[in-house]
Antibody, heavy 118, light 112 residues
């Protein structure tokens, strides 16, 4: 069974940094592109970043480019999102999601909440 | 970025009656490989999004056949043939053709 488990969320001060992790189970992790999608509680969904299966290709939304870095460790079946320069606009639940087939996300994690406040 | 516009944003429905949600894209969603990457997701209260439809009309495994997707650029539709209580939630269309992938604003389905 495919399972995605996010962790690393929490309270961080404005301007601070945080690293999110997403542990993957039940599939050949390196064969799939992976995504981070965020959602302000009670609001809509926003694609944040994506990475190809081998990690060679990365993609970012304009709102996070230059502040966030997506990466993966295929030996550990884990996806990461290093977030920096955090502001109130980054407060959201962050989901990791698998891409399959191309152009779609079939499995999502339960999400991890990032709160930015002093 | 591609703007996905859903309507209506709120949809009160009587149990057993049909429901329809529209989604319009601001750009053509046909990828260079000829495929149209238009998806529909359901998000029940307190849960993560769940994919219902991918590639315009392909229903995911385990999704009841009362859900169907159709359309071609720029207009797409999600239909529920007979709404059940478990269908309450917010429905999103999403395009996966152009990066960044973008979602509609969401349509809240509730029971009258």
């Amino acid at each position: 069974e495919v399972q995605l488990v996010e962790s690393g969320g929490g309270l961080v001060q404005p301007g601070g940094s945080l690293r999110l992790s997403c542990a993957a189970y039940g599939f050949t992790f390196s064969s799939f592109s992976m995504h981070w999608v965020r959602q302000v509680p009670g609001k809509g969904l926003e694609s944040v970043s994506a990475i190809s299966g081998n990690g060679d290709n990365t993609y970012y939304a304009n709102s996070v480019r230059g502040r966030f870095i997506i990466s993966r460790d295929n030996s550990k079946n884990t996806l990461y999102l290093q977030m920096g320069g955090l502001s109130a606009e980054d407060m959201a639940v962050y989901y990791c999601a698998r891409e399959w087939p191309p152009g779609s996300n079939d499995h999502w994690g339960q999400g991890t909440l990032v709160t930015v406040s002093s | 970025d591609v703007v996905m516009t859903q309507s209506p944003l709120s949809l009160p429905v009587t149990l057993g009656q049909p429901a329809s949600i529209s989604c319009r894209s601001s750009q053509i969603l046909v990828f260079s490989d000829g495929n149209t990457y238009l998806n529909w997701f359901q998000q029940r209260p307190g849960q993560s999004p769940r994919r219902l439809i991918y590639g315009v009309s392909n229903r995911d495994s385990g999704v009841p056949d009362r859900f169907s997707g159709s359309g071609s650029g720029p207009d797409f539709t999600l239909k529920i043939s007979r709404v059940e209580a478990e269908d309450v939630g917010v429905y999103y269309c999403m395009q996966g053709t152009h990066w960044p992938w973008t979602f509609g604003q969401g349509t809240k389905v509730e029971i009258k």
